[in-house]
T-cell receptor, first 110, second 112 residues
Framework: GQNIDQPTEMTATEGAIVQINCTYQ??????LFWYQQHAGEAPTFLSY????GLEEKGRFSSFLSRSKGYSYLLLKELQMKDSASYLC???????????FGAGTTVTVRA | SQTIHQWPATLVQPVGSPLSLECTVE??????LYWYRQAAGRGLQLLFY??????ISSEVPQNLSASRPQDRQFILSSKKLLLSDSGFYLC???????????FGPGTRLTVL
C-alpha cells in the first residue's frame, strides 16, 4: 500500500515563494508526480520526478529524495492564479497506478 | 492530439437510482484507463483501472462497477446509488513522455 502525507493548507503573499512538502511510504515506486487542481476542476499535470534531484519548469520546481521518501514542490514568484490545491502522487510499479495525497490548498494573498 | 471526454458534467440522483457515467478518449489506442472519486475536501481515490477491452481491476470494494466495452470507452455504473456515492468522478488515461495521467473534466455527482 501507499501512505502519502502533505500539509493541508498554506498561505503566502503574491510574489513570494512557497514550498509544499510531501512524504511517502510505498510498497513500490516508479515516479512521483505533482498536479495542480483549481476548485471545481480536474487536476492538471505539473511535474514528474523518478530520479533524485531537482527538476525545474519555469516558476515551478520539484525535488525528490528516494532514500528519504520525500519530495517538495517549489512555487516561485507567486501569482493570484496559483491559488489552488496541489496534489502529490506516487506511481506504483504495476499498471502505472497513482496513489494521491489529500492535497495542499495554497492561498495567495495580495 | 489526445482528448478525454466525460459526461454528464453534473448529475443529481436520488438514493437507490442507477448510475452510468461515460468516459471516452480520442487520439490514442490501447490506453490504460482509470476511474477516480474525489469526495469533498479529500484526495483522489482510485476506484477501477483497465489495461484493455474487458479487463477491469477493482481497487476498493464498493457499490460501483466498471466496464470497458471498446478500446477507448470506459463506463462507471451502479445499480443502486448510496448517499456516500456523492463526489467528483474523474476519468484518466496514461500518456505523455513520462506516462503521466491526464484527467477528463470530471462529473460532479450528488446523491440525495
Amino acid at each position: 500500500g501507499q501512505n502519502i502525507d502533505q500539509p493541508t493548507e498554506m498561505t503566502a503573499t503574491e510574489g513570494a515563494i512557497v514550498q509544499i512538502n510531501c512524504t511517502y511510504q510505498t510498497s513500490g515506486f516508479n515516479g512521483l508526480f505533482w498536479y495542480q487542481q483549481h476548485a471545481g476542476e480536474a487536476p492538471t499535470f505539473l511535474s514528474y520526478n523518478v530520479l533524485d534531484g531537482l527538476e525545474e519548469k519555469g516558476r515551478f520546481s520539484s525535488f525528490l529524495s528516494r532514500s528519504k521518501g520525500y519530495s517538495y514542490l517549489l512555487l516561485k514568484e507567486l501569482q493570484m492564479k496559483d491559488s489552488a490545491s496541489y496534489l502529490c502522487a506516487v506511481r506504483d510499479t504495476n499498471d502505472y497506478k497513482l496513489s494521491f495525497g489529500a492535497g495542499t490548498t495554497v492561498t495567495v494573498r495580495a | 492530439s489526445q482528448t478525454i471526454h466525460q459526461w454528464p458534467a453534473t448529475l443529481v440522483q436520488p438514493v437507490g437510482s442507477p448510475l452510468s457515467l461515460e468516459c471516452t478518449v480520442e487520439g490514442t489506442s490501447n490506453p490504460n484507463l482509470y476511474w477516480y472519486r474525489q469526495a469533498a475536501g479529500r484526495g483522489l481515490q482510485l476506484l477501477f483501472y483497465s489495461v484493455g477491452i474487458g479487463q477491469i481491476s477493482s481497487e476498493v470494494p464498493q457499490n460501483l462497477s466498471a466496464s470497458r466495452p471498446q478500446d477507448r470507452q470506459f463506463i462507471l455504473s451502479s445499480k443502486k446509488l448510496l448517499l456516500s456515492d456523492s463526489g467528483f468522478y474523474l476519468c484518466a488515461w496514461n500518456g505523455g513522455g513520462d506516462n503521466e495521467q491526464f484527467f477528463g473534466p470530471g462529473t460532479r455527482l450528488t446523491v440525495l
